[in-house]
């Protein structure tokens, strides 16, 4: 074992299914992004690579945070006259 712990989060691109058919040649079918994020989980718990948050000192932690980018939520679709949330 090279790294002592190996931790990764799934992004839009590797979450992006173009219809129930879409695959790469010899990977699974997959029916909904939720589908695939949840067969990429079990895949990387079979692996021991962690996806949640992570101590990996006292005061360091690694928390993963997911979300899909869509672009009505870009300000200039149907979202754009929703007002921001205030900090």
């Known amino acids: 074992k090279i790294f ?3 931790l990764y989060t799934p992004g839009n691109h590797e979450l992006w299914v173009d219809g129930p058919n ?3 040649e010899g990977q699974p079918k997959f029916d909904s ?3 695939k994020l949840r067969w990429i989980l079990e895949l990387c718990e079979e692996l021991g690579v962690r996806t949640g948050p992570t101590k990996l000192a006292d005061a360091v932690w690694v928390v ?3 979300g899909w ?3 009505n939520f870009d ?3 149907a979202a ?3 007002a921001p949330v205030a900090s």
């Open 33 to 35: 992004s939720l589908a």
């Open 75 to 77: 300000g200039k679709g």
């Open 22 to 24: 879409a695959n790469l």
């Open 80 to 82: 754009a006259d929703i």
């Open 69 to 71: 980018y869509m672009t």
């Open 64 to 66: 993963p945070l997911l």
């Open 4 to 6: 002592g712990e190996v």
